[in-house]
């Protein structure tokens, strides 16, 4: 599976991003899709996940109740909202998936399948 991450850019404090991470090669549809990021000098951080059968959503505590991650298994794609975007939130934004679901679902190292990772920017 080949995975795309788009929509990242540059927002001001307090505005939204869409990001998109579009699957080809194979359906997303049963897989765990999360969202990492990773800022300069920093390790990679679990943004959010969705599960497949239940869609379940897990989210770190840094972004609960301001992102929100769907999935659109007909257009194959899972999608992370951003609302309310801090400066804190700029870092590069990666969406991987893995089969099938682990409870380990905020460790990087638990996703074989990455995207490429688009950079979010959040300043005035």
């Known amino acids: 599976v080949q995975l795309q991450a788009s929509g990242g850019g540059l927002v001001q404090p307090g505005g939204s991003l869409r990001l998109s991470c579009a699957a080809s090669?194979?359906?997303?549809?049963?897989?765990?899709v999360a969202w990492f990021r990773q800022a300069p000098e920093k390790e990679r951080e679990f943004v959010a996940a969705?599960?497949?059968?239940?869609?379940?959503?897990f989210y770190a505590d840094s972004v609960k109740n301001r992102f929100t991650i769907s999935r659109d298994n007909a257009k194959n794609t899972v999608s992370l909202q951003m609302r309310s975007l801090e400066s804190e939130d700029t870092a590069v934004y990666y969406c991987?998936?893995?089969?099938?679901?682990?409870?380990?679902?905020?460790?990087?190292?638990?996703?074989?399948?990455w995207g490429q990772g688009t950079q979010v920017t959040v300043s005035s």
């Open positions: 969705v599960r497949s059968s239940s869609f379940q959503k």
């Open positions: 991987a998936a893995r089969w099938p679901h682990t409870v380990a679902y905020y460790h990087a190292n638990q996703y074989e399948h």
């Open positions: 090669g194979r359906s997303i549809g049963d897989a765990t």
